[in-house]
């Protein structure tokens, strides 16, 4: 820190005492007020300090033993008596009025003064000197402009002290600044004419300005613009301003059709005698569980249903169990109807058997209610590859009869004898079948093997599960088929009875469905229309309102089986009296089905090797046939014991895992065996549609999967599902989850979570904490739980100390890890003797 440095007071000057001593500033009243009479006051006898004494000599030895009058400035008024030497240049009020009261009597007066002053010093040098002196010292005050006073008191003093510690620089500018003003104005009324065209010159350059001030000022800025007159300072010649595009940015880059969707409220539902279905078919769809159209359908039926104006394809983004499969297949079906003869009409193309099966059901459903209304009975086909491919052919296309006279008719060339579709006249072949529900790569098989498979008549083409239709290309089955589909040999054969559409209709539909053109253009549409839920765009993936969703933090990795064990004895909510009635109604339900092939699955599906393997239609009817009454008192049995109420799906992250742990929680919890599933791709097609149809009856409670059962699955009781393995990506996991909470019905969905999965989880699936991201929209968020015999809401921050398991259970795992082991190696050994076996011989 620095002192700040302080000069000393510097002595100071005192003044002759016949200086006139002014009297101080007199208050200056508003001109309404009176005039205040001006009071001459009397002369402040000032004593100089003895120090002053040398520098008061040094100026005027007489003064030193005198007493010291106090100068003022120039506007103070004159001590009376007082001799100035020069006239006041600007007197104070008072003393200017006297003035000019007796103006010409003072000022002659005051030169009589000077006169003999003037005459009285001539005779007296040293007063001559004085005088002298006098006028040295008031023009050197007129000069710097500071007059020295005498201090009269302590307050004036420190004025002073204070005046002086003013910069120096600053005292020293104050004189000159006087006079400089004087010479500015000289100089400007001088250069008046130049300025004044300098200013005209900025003027016309900154017209803009100008007009701004204009509109701000508004007509005040106008009276004060002057023309402007050009002299010689003309601004330089400027480009013409550019007209401003004011069109909106766009940064669009999707084409029209899928940034503008055709968008539905969640909540819309429509009669269908609304949507222009006929009546009778209406009741056939009431009767088997359809009363009215769900929101996608409300949204899609009018685009597909015949209509005179010209109609495009239809692309369909609407969330798992929102009732996709119905909004193709109801128009679809009725288009068909209108026909007589039978071709093949309509290609609907998924990328799973389980889901051919599925919606050929929902097919036969609106069969039968067109059929009804007096129309075709449409024809349903599938192509799936669990049967025979022979069978398959002549399932779906037959030779026609001819009369031939040389044989009477009697011979029939057979499909058997059929080695390629090229050698043969399609004419020749007839469809049997008018929709055919197939997977890419058998659709491709019969396209190429088939005799007489055509794609002529075809006039619809569905793709459901699009996304991973167009991602996987099956054998290039697209290009195949569109290929096949663009020759047109005779155009009559694709007009659509009641529109006046002609050619091909495609309808694509996912749940998470791609924003990538580049594979939408694979499609080839032609004036598409998107239809998506309101609230979402395209790229969204919305999940099912009422499903619920759960996160559980596993803290012990191996461990995890225990968690799910635990997870399962949970009293799991909203299941728990649902789930209570729905195991009643199952269990009469399945009672009462006389279905012959009901599910033998129950007893393998816990072998988990066996169940990928050999498995033959013989063998399990039989198996079933002997033990479906034991089984069903079996499971209903089992299924109060084991007091699980509910129903849950487990998903795995591979076929195997799925198969090691259906079998590791049977041996868990034995009570449970009789009720766990198994579904992987490993499984036969006809092992994993009876243990879809015992899980739909109630036989099955628990089933274990691989992600061949995430997608398009309709499993209408199914209310929980259980993520065991993180999925692999967003749409992994839309899929997964989506199994529940169909239809508008409530579900719950679980996630098993590791400390090395947590992170990815809650960023990319739960779109929670630091870098979230997610196109996944869901109504409510994802809840952290932790289990025990009731689960309870956590939050994550809560670090607990104590073991999830006790000893006993530790070891009891361990146990049954260890006969899971022997059990696996026990089958490789069978398995590598059979294969040894079929060798030999
Ligand atoms: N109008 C309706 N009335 C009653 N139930 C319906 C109706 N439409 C569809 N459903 C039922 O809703 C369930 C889900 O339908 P669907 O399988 O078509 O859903 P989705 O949208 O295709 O689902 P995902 O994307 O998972 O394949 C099915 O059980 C179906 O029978």
Do not use: L
């Given at each position: 820190m620095y002192n700040r440095y302080i000069p000393p007071p510097k002595p100071k000057v005192s003044r002759p005492s016949d200086i006139p001593v002014r009297p101080p500033p007199v208050y200056r009243a508003p001109e309404s007020e009176p005039e205040p009479e001006y009071v001459e006051p009397a002369p402040v006898p000032v004593q100089t300090s003895s120090w002053l004494q040398p520098y008061a000599k040094r100026i005027d030895p007489t003064i030193a033993s005198q007493p010291t009058k106090i100068v003022f400035g120039n506007d103070d008024p004159p001590a009376p008596g007082a001799q100035s030497s020069r006239p006041l240049d600007h007197a104070p009020n008072g003393a200017a009025e006297d003035e000019k009261k007796t103006p010409k009597k003072s000022q002659s007066k005051k030169n009589k003064k000077v006169k003999e002053d003037e005459e009285e010093a001539d005779k007296n040098p040293k007063k001559r000197r004085r005088v002298a002196k006098e006028e040295e010292l008031e023009e050197e005050e007129e000069a710097t402009g500071v007059v020295e006073e005498n201090t009269p008191n302590e307050n004036e003093y420190d004025e002073e002290q204070k005046e002086k510690r003013k910069p120096k620089r600053e005292k020293k500018k104050k004189p000159k600044s006087d006079k400089p003003e004087e010479d500015d104005t000289a100089v400007r009324s001088r250069h008046k004419s130049v300025f004044e065209k300098v200013a005209k010159a900025l003027q016309a350059q900154a017209p803009e300005e100008d007009d701004d001030k204009m509109d701000l000022d508004g007509a005040d800025a106008e009276e004060e613009a002057e023309p402007v007159v050009e002299h010689g300072l003309e601004p330089i010649p400027q480009p013409a301003p550019v007209a401003f595009d004011e069109s909106k940015l766009t940064y669009e880059t999707l084409p029209q059709w899928i940034a503008s969707p055709i968008r539905v409220t969640e909540s819309t539902t429509k009669s269908f005698e609304e949507l222009r279905i006929a009546s009778e078919p209406a009741k056939v769809l009431q009767s088997k569980g359809f009363k009215g159209a769900f929101a996608v359908q409300t949204a899609v039926l009018p685009l597909l249903l015949p209509n005179p104006d010209r109609q495009g394809d239809v692309v369909v983004a609407a969330p798992t169990g929102s009732g996709k499969t119905l909004s193709y297949v109801l128009p679809m079906i009725q288009d068909i109807s209108y026909g007589r003869i039978t071709n093949l009409r309509a290609l609907i193309v998924l990328p799973t058997r389980d889901l051919v099966q599925q919606v050929q059901q929902t097919c036969e459903a609106c069969t039968a209610a067109f059929a009804c209304n007096g129309g075709k009975r449409v024809k349903i086909g599938t192509a799936v590859g669990n049967k025979v491919f022979k069978e398959e052919q002549s399932a779906i296309v037959e030779k026609k009869q001819r009369y031939d006279m040389a044989d009477d008719g009697q011979s029939k060339e057979q499909l058997s004898s059929w080695t390629t579709s090229e050698t043969v006249n399609a004419e020749d072949y007839a469809s049997k079948v008018d929709v055919l529900i197939c997977t890419p790569g058998r659709l491709v098989e019969h396209i190429k093997q088939t005799p007489g498979f055509t794609l002529d008549y075809v006039r619809w083409l569905v793709v459901d599960e699009a996304d991973k239709l167009l991602a996987q290309d099956f054998q290039q089955w697209l290009n195949l088929v569109l290929e096949k589909l663009s020759v047109e040999q005779r155009p009559s054969r694709r007009v659509f009875p009641k529109s006046n559409k002609k050619g091909v209709r495609k309808v694509i539909l996912s749940?998470?469905?791609?924003?990538d053109i580049s594979m939408l253009n694979l499609l080839k549409l032609s004036r598409p229309k998107l239809v998506v839920l309101e609230g979402t765009k395209a790229g969204d993936q919305s999940l099912p309102p009422l499903l619920k969703e759960y996160a559980i933090k596993v803290r012990e990795p191996s461990l995890k089986p225990l968690y799910l064990v635990d997870l399962l004895q949970s009293e799991l909510p909203a299941a728990a009296s649902k789930g209570e009635k729905a195991v009643e109604d199952d269990t009469a339900s399945a009672s009462e089905t006389?279905?012959?092939?009901?599910?033998?699955?129950?007893?393998?599906?816990?072998d988990s090797e066996s169940d990928s393997d050999s498995d033959s239609d013989s063998d399990s009817s039989s198996e079933s046939e002997a033990d479906e009454p034991k089984l069903k008192a079996k499971v209903q049995a089992t299924a109060k014991q084991s007091k699980f109420n509910t129903t849950a799906l487990i998903f795995t992250k591979s076929n195997e895992a799925a198969l090691r742990l259906s079998r590791l929680l049977a041996l868990l919890v034995p009570s449970l065996m009789h009720l766990i599933g198994t579904l992987t791709s490993t499984t036969k097609t006809i092992r994993r549609t009876r243990t879809l149809r015992a899980f739909t009856q109630g036989k099955l409670r628990i089933l274990v999967a691989s992600d061949i059962a995430s997608r398009g699955l309709d499993l209408p009781n199914l209310e929980h599902v259980i993520n065991y393995d993180l999925p692999i990506s967003e749409t992994a996991y839309v899929h997964r989850v989506g199994r529940t909470a169909r239809a508008g019905r409530a579900g719950a969905a679980w996630t098993l979570l590791e400390h090395s999965e947590a992170r990815r989880f809650w960023r990319?699936?739960?779109?929670?904490?630091?870098g979230a991201s997610t196109n996944i929209l869901r109504s409510t968020p994802v809840e952290r739980v932790r289990l025990g015999k009731k689960i309870e809401k956590v939050s994550d921050d809560k670090e607990e100390t104590e073991e999830d398991f006790t000893e006993e259970r530790v070891q009891a795992y361990e146990k049954a890890l260890a006969q899971l082991q022997q059990e696996a190696t026990f089958s490789r050994g069978k398995k590598g003797k059979s294969r040894a076996l079929k060798k030999q011989y």
């Open positions: 749940a998470t469905m791609t924003q006389s279905d012959s092939e009901s599910s033998s699955d129950s007893d393998s599906s816990s990319d699936f739960a779109g929670e904490g630091k």
